[in-house]
């Protein structure tokens, strides 16, 4: 079956630790997004992609590092300059521009939930 | 800036109510308006909207948007236990892949 897959779902991390979060998708979607949640305030976009080798930051991408060395794989480093990463963190894909209908569609993994002891 | 603002934030209702959830959109070149659930993690997908006054329907679930007053609702009728979740909505400007999302209004239904 086609998807995203995060892993892992529960991460704790100490005070200073960089950690990173996996996320795979195998729908052949040009188009890859990582978006941080808290309560209450929605989804905020940290980082996307639009094809390899290529990103952009989003609205809150301090403290955060992202790569996209494949087309199926865009992981996400939270850094010890990331002052609150608490969070829940869900990676998206769409299919990118084009003529299809449904080509604009966010398709998400079911996240991973991050937290600072 | 680009926003979208959704209301209410929350929403408390009993079984077999109907619902309209707002949203409103400041978004430049705006191209195409979504509509999620989230239960408990992955939002799932309910409506894409791209043209004003059309009407797209799922079951009970309904949506229109208004492109000159920069808004969309979502309908629910007759609302079951299982629609309690949040429901997002998210903005897309033409020529770019980045969405903006609202806050979400979180919608609980009683028995």
């Known amino acids: 079956d086609g998807g995203i897959t995060q892993s892992p779902k529960y991460l704790f991390r100490k005070e200073g630790q960089n950690v990173t979060l996996s996320c795979e998708q195998n729908?052949?979607?040009?188009?890859m997004y990582w978006y941080r949640q808290d309560p209450g305030q929605g989804l905020r976009l940290i980082y996307y992609?639009?094809?390899?080798?290529?990103?952009q930051k989003g609205d809150i991408a301090e403290g955060y590092s992202v790569s996209r060395e494949k087309k199926e794989s865009f992981p996400l480093t939270v850094t010890s300059a990331q002052k609150n990463p608490t969070a829940f963190y869900l990676c998206?894909?769409?299919?990118?521009?084009?003529?299809?209908?449904?080509?604009?569609?966010?398709?998400f993994g079911a996240g991973s939930r991050l937290t600072v002891l | 800036e680009d926003k979208v603002v959704q209301s209410p934030l929350s929403l408390v209702v009993h079984e077999g109510d109907t619902v309209t959830l707002n949203c409103s959109y400041e978004?430049?070149?705006?191209?195409?308006l979504l509509w999620y659930k989230q239960e408990k993690k992955a939002p799932t997908f309910l409506f894409m909207l791209?043209?004003?006054?059309i009407e797209k329907k799922s079951g009970r679930l309904s949506s229109i948007l208004d492109k000159k007053e920069l808004f969309s609702i979502l309908n629910i009728t007759a609302t079951q236990t299982g629609d309690s979740a949040v429901y997002l909505c998210?903005?897309?400007?033409?020529?770019?892949?980045?969405?903006?999302f609202g806050t979400g209004t979180r919608l609980k239904v009683l028995a």
């Open positions: 791209t043209s004003s006054g």
């Open positions: 978004v430049t070149n705006f191209r195409s």
């Open positions: 998206a894909s769409s299919i990118g521009q084009g003529l299809l209908s449904g080509a604009n569609v966010l398709t």
């Open positions: 998210a903005g897309r400007a033409s020529g770019t892949y980045k969405y903006i």
């Open positions: 729908l052949n979607h040009d188009a």
């Open positions: 992609s639009q094809i390899v080798n290529d990103f």
